[in-house]
């Protein structure tokens, strides 16, 4: 929101996902829109705020206006390091297609997606990943 933390996504899908899990709404008071890159190519780390949100995830936000930035997998396997940008970060948002909603029971009745796109629930979620919670997605 600031400008004070810039970052260019290397090898940046074209996917959006969205998560609706507690911590992602909490976090983006919404559900989390995400796109996903090879990794982060960070121009100033010296308001960047990171916070370990689980023992296998972490999430990045702006300490000079508290923006949520983005999440990267930090549990070793073959996941590790996979990073996903907030959507809203992208100073270009066009030309991406919303692909898959996460914790899709977890989304509040108020609102929905448009459009046809995978829709996965919790256990769904768990039966993929294993652990007792959703934090390894989106
Ligand atoms: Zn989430
Ligand atoms: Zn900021």
Redo the contacts with the bound molecule.
């Keep these: 929101?600031?400008?004070?933390?810039r970052f260019t996504a290397v090898g940046m899908r074209t996917e959006i996902t969205a998560c609706h899990c507690d911590m992602c709404r909490r976090w983006s008071s919404g559900p989390f829109f995400a796109v996903g890159c090879e990794r982060l190519e960070l121009e100033d780390e010296d308001?960047l705020g990171v916070i370990s949100s689980s023992s296998w995830a972490e999430r990045g936000?702006?300490?000079?206006?508290?923006?949520s930035l983005f999440y990267r997998i930090t549990a070793p396997g073959k996941l590790q390091g996979a990073t996903t940008v907030s959507l809203g970060t992208l100073d270009d948002q066009g030309g991406l297609t919303l692909v898959k909603e996460w914790f899709i029971d977890k989304r509040p009745e108020a609102y929905a997606l448009a459009g046809e796109h995978e829709c996965v629930t919790e256990a769904q979620v768990f039966a993929m990943y294993g652990g007792d919670s959703g934090e390894l997605a989106p």
């Design positions: 929101m600031c400008g004070a933390v308001v936000f702006c300490r000079s206006c508290g923006s």
